[in-house]
Nanobody
């Protein structure tokens, strides 16, 4: 089992940047595929990015490709989401999740953090 804690959210102007962090507990953290998802009010949870256990493979949603980058630091048991050129439509609660398959489907992930709010003002 793994516990996940996100941080780094906040309020930023359009065009700005934020880096989200997701700290994982447990000795098996490095074995998990990690994903970032987001959910805006009244909308379904949306895939943002995912990274495999070694960090050698990443996938990003088309809506964030070229602006967001997922990465992980095995020594720190932490996954990051670097967000650049933020837009008001990026406003959402961002969640990190752990699973066993690189997938854009939330149901493929077994463990979730509590979420961190990102608000982008125009």
């Amino acid at each position: 089992q793994v516990q996940l804690v996100e941080s780094g959210g906040g309020l930023v102007q359009a065009g700005g940047s934020l880096r989200l962090s997701c700290a994982g507990s447990g000795r098996t953290f490095s074995r998990y595929v990690m994903g970032w998802f987001r959910q805006a009010p009244g909308k379904e949870r949306e895939f943002v990015a995912t990274i495999n256990s070694s960090g050698g493979r990443t996938y990003h949603a088309d809506s964030v490709k070229g602006r967001f980058t997922i990465s992980r630091d095995g020594a720190k048991n932490t996954v990051y989401l670097q967000m650049n050129s933020l837009k008001p439509e990026d406003t959402a609660v961002y969640y990190c999740a752990a699973g066993y398959h690189c997938s854009g489907a939330p149901r493929q992930y077994d463990y979730w953090g509590q979420g961190t709010q990102v608000t982008v003002s125009s």
